[in-house]
Structure formats: structure tokens, C-alpha cells
């Protein structure tokens, strides 16, 4: 799939101790995208901070998930 050339792009890692966004931004800057934001603490981080994210969909699209809980009320 292509990013369009003006859309944000947010780069992470696993943690803060990686360096594996870095590298992918200064190549995406490199390939000519310019509104790159590193977001340095990753994913330990954010999930620490807000925990883990919701699937995004598209109106009339089911998410697929690996929990097996979902369809249990209780």
C-alpha cells in the first residue's frame, strides 16, 4: 500500500530503548515524506499510559480479533 505523500505518519517501537522508528523516519524522509512524528516511549508506553487501542473500522465492517472471550456476557 502507498502513504499518500502529505498524510502524518507516526513511527514507534516496542519500547523506548529501540531505534527501529528512527531509522524508518529518517527513511521515510529520505523516500520524501515530510510530516514524520517519532513517538519515542512505543508501544510499552502508550499501553502503560492508555492501554490498548480499539481496531478501527469502517462503517459496514466486522473486526476480526483473536479473543475468544468477546462474545461471553459475563
Known sequence: ATIPAG?????????AGCKFAENVSLRLIEEGYSDIALFKGG????????GRPEP???PGKEVETD????????
Request: charged residues 30%; hydrophobic residues 30%; negative net charge.
Open 56 to 58: 478501527a473500522t469502517e
Open 7 to 15: 498524510r502524518p505518519i507516526v513511527t514507534y517501537c516496542q519500547s
Open 43 to 50: 508501544w510499552a508506553e502508550w499501553t502503560a499510559k492508555h
Open 67 to 74: 479473543d475468544a472471550d468477546q462474545d461471553d456476557p459475563a
